[in-house]
């Protein structure tokens, strides 16, 4: 249906059929803030998508709109910016001039997008525009890449181009989810490993609608955190690259050693990385319940030591507690607003996303979005041009 309408749109603009690739937004279950630290990520992909539909011209002139955002913008792939414009189009952008440096042709083409991720919410709306861009150019110019190379070329883009230093967390899911699976993510060495989700647990995502800022300075600030940390702590034991290597013992030895909010930061991210090992393993044996007990302790963590709560997120937190169904949730993405995620009972889905609604506005007054969703399948074709009838 969105293919058909974007096709349709694709056509009446540019007066060519396209082709049509997706790339889902992702909730992370749990493993907040690791990422960066090389540690250990669970995410799962969502239904929520963006399609890039793309067809060639005979120029070099690249040319982005969006059925989402006005703006028509116009580049020569000779001379593609390096850096970002301030502008949506920087993620296709980003996407384009990176797989460029990277050494893979990008010709002209005309490019259409449609997203419905939604956005600054912290379900990685850019993650999933960049890489169904990426997947659009390589197609354009007949080649592919490896999915993880993918990943790693758009998490480049949001780091050189964009300016955001995030992780690989985002790309790497939206690239590689499996419908029905939780995606454990070994953020240093890229190994990954597909952990069945229970069918009778929904991923309720409750949007608190107060939009999270990541290219903003706190998510940077807290990275130089960890690298402080980092450099601290190998002052003492040695071969420590990253906070992946320091054990919780190692930490709590050093504790009067390090500055206390660097000590804090630093727990936060060892203890995070524990807690996805015993989320998996939970998640293996069924125990729904341990999951949900290690989101809450994950999403105190986040708002006591690492500090990227907001008040709204601890509304929506603790508004879940005492719901038929509820078996833990916390917030999810990079924090400073965006969405929690919970477990619930997939019988008592609907009937919490009500009632979690009414709590949450009582609170703040705002009314929030929320999603009822499942693992889905990461980033594909979705249409080729030649199947595609008008
Ligand atoms: C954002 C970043 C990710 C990750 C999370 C926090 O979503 O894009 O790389 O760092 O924040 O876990």
């Not at 296709?92 to 005309?110: D, R, W």
């Not at 393993?281 to 030591?305: I, Q, T």
Request: hydrophobic letters at 40%.
């Amino acid at each position: 249906m969105h293919e058909r309408d974007l096709a349709e749109s694709f056509f009446s603009l540019y007066k060519s059929l396209p082709s049509i690739f997706r790339a889902p937004g992702r909730v992370n279950l749990i493993g907040e803030h690791t990422d960066y630290n090389e540690g250990f990520v669970l995410p799962c992909a969502i239904g929520f998508q963006t399609w890039v539909a793309i067809a060639p011209r005979d120029d070099h002139k690249l040319l982005i709109q969006s059925q989402n955002f006005p703006g028509k913008f116009e580049f020569d792939v000779r001379s593609l910016p390096e850096k970002r414009l301030g502008n949506w189009c920087d993620y296709v952008l980003g996407a384009a001039s990176t797989l460029q440096k990277a050494g893979q042709p990008i010709e002209g083409a005309n490019l259409l997008i449609k997203g419905e991720v939604p956005i600054g919410s912290g379900l990685s709306s850019s993650a999933s525009v960049e890489v169904a861009s990426a997947l659009a150019f390589l197609h354009q110019n007949n080649r592919s890449l490896p999915m993880p190379e993918v990943a790693r070329i758009c998490r480049e883009a949001e780091n050189n181009f964009v300016g955001a230093r995030v992780g690989i967390m985002d790309q790497f899911v939206s690239c590689l989810g499996q419908a029905g699976h939780a995606l454990l993510l070994d953020c240093r060495s890229l190994e990954s490993k597909m952990i069945p989700f229970p069918d009778e647990v929904s991923l309720v995502i409750c949007n608190t609608m107060v939009k999270h800022a990541i290219a903003g300075g706190e998510y940077n600030a807290r990275r130089e955190e960890c690298d402080e940390a980092v450099r601290l702590l190998s002052a003492y034991y040695g071969g420590i690259r990253a906070l992946r290597d320091v054990s919780p013992e190692q930490l709590q030895a050093r504790s009067s050693d390090l500055p206390s909010t660097i000590y804090q930061r630093a727990l936060h991210v060892v203890s995070e990385n524990q807690r996805v090992k015993d989320a998996v393993e939970a998640l293996s044996r069924g125990d729904v319940d341990e999951v949900g007990r290690l989101m809450r302790e994950s999403h105190r963590s986040l708002r006591d030591l690492f500090k990227v709560s907001s008040v709204e997120l601890d509304v929506m937190v603790e508004a879940a507690e005492g719901l038929p169904g509820y078996r833990g949730g916390r917030m999810t993405g990079g924090g400073f607003g965006g969405c929690t995620v919970n477990l619930v009972d997939a019988s008592e889905a609907d009937s919490f996303a009500k009632q979690i609604a009414v709590r949450y506005q009582q609170k703040t007054g705002i009314q929030p979005d929320v999603y009822i969703c499942f693992p889905a399948d990461g980033a594909a074709a979705a249409q080729k041009s030649h199947s595609l009838t008008l």
